[in-house]
């Protein structure tokens, strides 16, 4: 049974593909930025303890992907839990990519990984593909999660009407999630004398 959960954690950890955000660090995070503080503490506290849902809400370059993947690597390093970090349209993507026999892991297996992960870190919801197909699986993941109290992450940029209201509904559930809303400057524009702050795309 051990082996198997072993396995399970390598899996999930080779889909998460962390490598690819080598400097996403809570010791490489700015919190002196104005608006940044409360993001910092909050997730902090979450990697060390994962409890609930925490999400991270606004505009983009404010450093709500830094603190997701953040918390992926605290809890892979220190926690004996399951860890899986996914940008939302990619996690569609690969669900997609299990309906070719070639593929080799089935739909039901990969769906399965994704739903029942210890923590499960959704990056950008509401910039996916919203096909009837696409709402369908985020709602089925976010509701098995919800009615589980399973530890889950989310960040998101877009406005909350632009969310599958059932996802929203349980989303901004206070009972179990602690939202933050980031306000801070676009850490890849400041200092142009053309950007004003908190301008979304």
């Not at 709602?139 to 909350?160: A, D, K, M």
């Not at 602690?178 to 890849?188: G, L, Q, S």
Request: negative net charge.
């Amino acid at each position: 049974m051990r082996e198997k959960e072993a396995i399970g954690r390598d899996n999930l950890r080779e889909l998460s593909n962390l490598g690819a955000f080598t400097q996403y660090e809570f010791d490489a995070f700015d919190h002196t930025v104005q608006g940044t503080s409360e993001a910092y503490d909050v997730a902090l506290r979450f990697a060390q303890n994962p409890d609930g849902w925490l999400f991270f809400h606004g505009p983009c370059g404010v450093g709500k992907t830094h603190l997701a993947v953040a918390i992926a690597r605290h809890a892979l390093e220190h926690q004996q839990v399951s860890v899986l970090f996914q940008v939302v349209p990619d996690l569609l993507d690969q669900l997609r990519a299990t309906f070719d026999p070639a593929h080799g892991v089935a739909y039901d297996e990969r769906f399965e990984q994704i739903r029942d992960a210890g923590l499960l870190i959704l990056d950008d919801l509401g910039t996916e593909n919203t096909t009837p197909w696409a709402r369908e699986k985020l709602y089925q993941i976010f509701n098995h999660r919800y009615n589980e109290g399973s530890p889950t992450v989310i960040t998101s940029n877009q406005e909350l009407r632009m969310i599958d209201e059932r996802v929203a509904s349980r989303i901004l559930d206070t009972r179990l999630t602690t939202v933050i809303e980031v306000d801070a400057e676009d850490f890849r524009r400041r200092g142009r004398p053309d950007y004003v702050r908190g301008r979304r795309r």
